[in-house]
């Protein structure tokens, strides 16, 4: 699993950074738009995301994301914020977030949202595939109970 970190506070990058890198988790760190564009591949499965950033905003880069089609259309996306008056919150999920982390946080919560995130993911992976089989050509979807 590979996580983005978009954080230009370096400090707090490189915290999250170390404690989120494993064995199963490859860690990509980014301090701007720029570079988390340039990083942003198929292998991302989630990104961590900060609204304040010294090239624009992380609720546009979520929005830009989710628009796109091709690469990275199926990460999660949690942002990191200082704000956390109801209006910004709002305007978080959107913009296509997964989820939201106020700051200060504790790297507890962050890696139990992170949990929650991808297995919500997983769960609605798997049943996108689990209703649906192909027999001779043709699709039976059961959820749906059509073909
Ligand atoms: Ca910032």
Do not use: W
């Amino acid at each position: 699993m590979k996580i983005l970190i978009v954080e230009d506070d370096r400090v707090l990058n490189n915290g999250i950074a170390l404690s989120l890198r494993n064995a199963e988790t490859e860690i990509a760190q980014a301090y701007d738009i720029g570079e988390a564009r340039g990083l942003l591949d198929q292998a991302v499965s989630l990104i961590l995301l900060d609204v304040g950033l010294p090239d624009g905003s992380g609720l546009d880069f979520c929005r830009e994301i989710r628009r796109a089609k091709g690469v990275g259309s199926g990460v999660s996306i949690i942002f990191l914020t200082a704000n956390d008056m109801e209006f910004d919150i709002v305007a978080g999920l959107d913009a296509g977030a997964d989820d939201y982390i106020t700051k200060p946080f504790s790297l507890a919560v962050l890696r139990a949202r992170i949990d929650a995130v991808l297995r919500r993911h997983r769960e609605s992976d798997d049943s996108a595939e689990s209703g649906v089989f192909e027999q001779g050509g043709f699709l039976f979807d059961f959820d749906r109970m059509c073909f």
